[in-house]
């Protein structure tokens, strides 16, 4: 852990098919409903056999999921940077205004836009799209990663 409390290097996990199907275990053995995910391995190119594994689950409209707490479902909430459990009974689920699925679809082209401009023929890249609880910014430039090293 780098001196500002976030990660500044990191070791990988060692890949194998053993580790996809714990993966798929866990989450089919704690989640309902069930989801429709892919587990990917992303190898460290400079540590062969070891990368990340990465869990890849689309928007599903039967969210949202519950996870096995006790004896019981839970359904948590992000609250910053930690999650927070909701009463036993699932948050009632409310159809998409307009304005936020507009919203949802410009970020999706965007995102392919972006994608269809990355040159992946000599690099791998990890693609994060994010949608926040609250509303704000945060601008992802070299400048601010640069004030963001020099603290």
Same mark, same amino acid.
């Given at each position: 852990? &780098? ?5 500044? %290097? ?32 992303? %190898? ?20 949202? +999921? ?7 479902? &839970? ?28 919203? +949802? ?5 965007? %995102?392919?836009?972006?994608?269809? +401009?990355?040159?992946?023929? %000599? ?29």
């Amino acid at each position: 852990m &780098g001196d500002q409390a976030r990660a500044d %290097e990191f070791s990988g996990v060692a890949l194998s098919d053993g580790e996809v199907l714990r993966v798929r275990n866990i989450v089919a053995d704690l989640v309902y409903p069930l989801l429709t995910f892919d587990v990917r391995q992303i %190898e460290d190119l400079n540590q062969p056999g070891r990368g990340m594994v990465v869990i890849v689950e689309p928007r599903r409209p039967s969210a949202p +999921h519950g996870v096995l707490v006790n004896e019981g479902l &839970g359904y948590l909430r992000r609250n910053g940077a930690s999650l927070r459990q909701l009463d036993e009974s699932p948050p009632p689920t409310r159809a998409a205004s307009p304005r936020r699925q507009a919203r +949802h679809d410009d970020l999706i082209r965007y %995102e392919r836009d972006m994608i269809s +401009h990355l040159d992946t023929s %000599e690099q791998a890249f990890v693609v994060f799209t994010l949608v926040t609880d609250l509303s704000g910014g945060l601008t992802l430039d070299t400048k601010s990663l640069r004030a963001c090293h020099q603290g």
